[in-house]
């Protein structure tokens, strides 16, 4: 059977468990797969289809980020020439607006404050920004009604051994624990890999001899 829609993802795990029994909790297995995989796929280098972007206006000290985002990788705003720096600790924010409360002018800097940007300074500040956030979202989730996703489409085999191995805890399978675990674990370095080269698939098409032309 081709895993190429939800449904036969459903059907193919079940087959390969050996068990026509577990209709309500092959979904679960898939659901534990995705966030798996995307914790993966972040820590060891996401593919390019793993980045967005999205544009909002911002009226505010603080907004909400996108509900998919796994982190953020720059925030740009109308009329400035670079993006904002993050700092790495919302507490360093507080700080600031402590020591300088009266701190003006465009936002220079933010901090992830759990599903919200905060922006500083914001003092006095009644216009409103055009922002573009550029950011590493999660796989998107399958579902009867999402039937497919960029991820099941190129790596449908991330999906069947991730499932697998979400699977074995739960039928106290731990003869196939380490086998699925193994498998699975080489199917995401070969995705971050993957992504990795293709990312850098401009400069390998086209090399520059130094001091001379393409």
Request: hydrophobic share 40%; aromatic share 10%; glycine share 6%.
């Amino acid at each position: 059977m081709a895993l190429d829609t939800y449904a036969n993802l459903k059907t193919s795990v079940a087959d390969w468990l050996w068990r026509s029994d577990l209709t309500a909790m092959v979904p679960d297995f898939i659901a534990l797969a995705e966030a798996q995989i995307s914790r993966r796929l972040v820590q060891l280098g996401p593919p390019r289809e793993m980045f967005g972007r999205s544009t909002a206006t911002i009226t505010g000290e603080f907004s909400a980020i996108p509900s998919d985002c796994m982190y953020v990788r720059s925030l740009w705003l109308s009329g400035q020439k670079i993006p904002l720096r993050f700092v790495d600790d919302p507490e360093k924010i507080v700080e600031r607006k402590q020591l300088f409360p009266s701190e003006a002018g465009d936002p220079q800097v933010a901090a992830l404050v759990g599903t919200e940007i905060q922006l500083w300074p914001w003092t006095g500040v009644t216009a409103s920004y055009t922002a573009e956030l550029t950011y590493c979202k999660r796989v998107p989730a399958l579902s009867d009604t999402a039937t497919t996703n960029w991820l099941l489409t190129l790596h449908p085999d991330a999906y069947l051994y991730g499932s697998l191995l979400q699977a074995a805890p739960y039928l106290k399978n731990d003869e196939r624990l380490q086998t699925w675990g193994t498998i699975f674990t080489t199917i995401i370095s070969d995705i971050s890999e993957a992504g990795r080269i293709g990312r850098m698939a401009p400069t390998i098409a086209m090399p520059v001899k130094v001091g001379g032309t393409p």
